[in-house]
């Protein structure tokens, strides 16, 4: 079976159910695929969707789990164990196979899906989680779902051997915190860079997005995203400030091939920081559990790598 859910994009609310869970995040990436002029998604359209199948997770003897390096794959592990343990299930039917690189050790493996069947073949040896990285896990989602970066923060802060590819992964969501010295997030501030550069045809400005994303260097290499997701992004920029737009797009209903985007003057002085957005009314987005949301007029910034708690607007 297949988690086509990825985590790592959209709200972790706090887990009251598989049904209840299930119809959150169908609705988030109902609003995606809507920008993608896609249909409707639901889970229940693979035959061997993980929310559909879970039941033979229940049942079953043996459970193999096939992650890669992302945080998108780590996240599932330690979903993966919270419903384990929510559910009551034994833990120790649980195997975890790690893909870390090939055997050249000259690829670095971020998901499964860079890999061709061949190269799945030679899979890395599975292994049982000792208590340590299951402790690990249940705090890491505890910590990814909580309503405060709080949790997280005081995971970074503690050097861990358990799993230390889980431990770099999660680094990666303050990256997805709006910077205090212009507001955005990585993701936003490399879709306007590349906007102003290799626009105006919205298809090409994600591509480089993407291949830029391969490039970054420590643990934001690991935030593994896909173009569906950056499409939605590119247009919340230009929805987000109607009345001064970040990015302008010969129009709103059109599928990624055929949208052209450029950078508005505001966006080029966002960019360069001669303006900020982290004293308006315009942020409203979601880190895993926590809802950024600018109207409260409190909000969490990044600044470098550490995040600040602050009052906005007048």
């Given at each position: 079976m297949v988690l086509a859910d990825v985590l790592s994009c959209g709200p972790l609310k706090e887990f009251m159910g598989m049904e209840g869970w299930v119809k959150d995040r169908e609705s988030y990436w109902k609003g995606i695929f809507i920008d993608n002029s896609v249909g409707p998604i639901s889970f229940d359209e693979s035959p061997r969707d993980f929310y559909k199948?879970?039941?033979?997770?229940?049942?079953?003897?043996?459970?193999n789990l096939w992650i890669g390096r992302s945080l998108s794959d780590q996240l599932a592990l330690a979903?993966?164990?919270?419903?384990f343990d929510y559910f009551n299930l034994k833990l120790d039917k649980l195997t975890v196979f790690q893909f870390t690189d090939l055997n050249d050790k000259k690829f670095k493996i971020r998901g499964l899906g860079e890999l061709s069947p061949e190269q799945?073949?030679?899979?890395?040896?599975g292994f049982k989680l000792n208590d340590k990285q299951i402790a690990l896990c249940l705090s890491v989602w505890q910590a990814a779902t909580h309503k405060s970066p709080e949790k997280l923060l005081a995971l970074l802060d503690i050097e861990t051997a358990s799993l230390p590819i889980l431990h770099r992964a999660i680094k990666?969501?303050?990256?997805?915190?709006?910077?205090l010295s212009n507001g955005?997030?990585?993701?936003d501030e490399t879709l306007l860079k590349f906007t102003k550069t290799h626009g105006p045809r919205a298809v090409m400005v994600i591509g480089h997005v993407l291949g830029a994303g391969m490039m970054k260097i420590n643990a934001q290499v690991l935030d593994t995203v896909?173009?569906?997701?950056?499409?939605?992004?590119?247009?919340?920029?230009?929805?987000s400030y109607a009345d001064k737009p970040l990015l302008t797009l010969n129009s709103m209903d059109l599928s990624m091939r055929e949208t052209e985007v450029e950078i508005s003057e505001l966006g080029k002085d966002v960019l360069e920081e001669r303006?900020?957005?982290?004293?308006?009314i315009s942020i409203n987005d979601w880190v895993g559990g926590v809802h950024l949301d600018s109207t409260t007029r409190h909000m969490w910034f990044r600044k470098g790598q550490e995040l600040l708690f602050k009052a906005i607007g007048p």
């Open positions: 199948s879970f039941e033979d997770i229940e049942n079953s003897d043996q459970i979903f993966v164990v919270f419903l799945i073949k030679q899979h890395p040896d990666t969501l303050l990256f997805r915190y709006p910077k955005l997030t990585d993701w896909g173009d569906l997701y950056l499409f939605h992004r590119l247009k919340t920029l230009a929805r303006q900020s957005l982290a004293n308006t």
